[in-house]
């Protein structure tokens, strides 16, 4: 007699979601985007993309690197007032594996005059580099591959 269960469905992978196709962007608000562009443009190689003006009140700039998969969005408005980032621990970590290029960004960041800050979490000291834009968000150069 033939079985009747049907077959496991732990063999099959769940087809990918849609946002595993998509373009990442990351926005956050500054009070001034001239004082922070140094940062993501000199320090850590960026180029402007984009940038908008007055659109609903808002000015903005896209940051990033031609044909990759994510870009960021810096934006101002009159009258709100933005902040610092809300805590240390926020961060972009950009993995280096390669010792030379991540040396050569780390030069990159100090040549554009931000030294390495110590990290709130000690693990990102151990292999990396967190520095700090002028309204505290951090970035992280780490020499590590990714690993999932």
């Not at 990351?26 to 940038?51: D, H, K, M, Q, V």
């Not at 040396?103 to 151990?126: H, I, Q, T």
Request: zero cysteines; glycine letters at 8%; hydrophobic letters at 35%.
């Amino acid at each position: 007699m033939a079985s009747s269960t049907p077959p496991s469905s732990a063999s099959k992978s769940p087809p990918a979601p849609p946002t595993s196709k998509s373009h990442l962007r990351i926005a956050r608000p500054t009070n001034n985007i001239s004082t922070i562009l140094p940062f993501y443009t000199e320090g850590l190689g960026f180029t402007i993309l984009s940038s908008f003006t007055a659109h609903a009140g808002f000015d903005g700039v896209m940051l990033g690197h031609p044909g990759a998969p994510y870009h960021l969005e810096i934006t101002t408005k009159d009258g709100h007032d933005a902040g610092r980032a809300p805590t240390q621990e926020t961060l972009l970590v950009f993995y280096l594996p390669d010792k030379s290029e991540w040396k050569e960004a780390v030069s990159r960041m100090e040549k554009a005059g931000f030294g390495a800050v110590p990290s709130f979490n000690p693990y990102w000291d151990v292999q990396g580099n967190t520095f700090e834009d002028p309204d505290g968000w951090r970035a992280v150069l780490q020499n590590a591959t990714w690993n999932s």
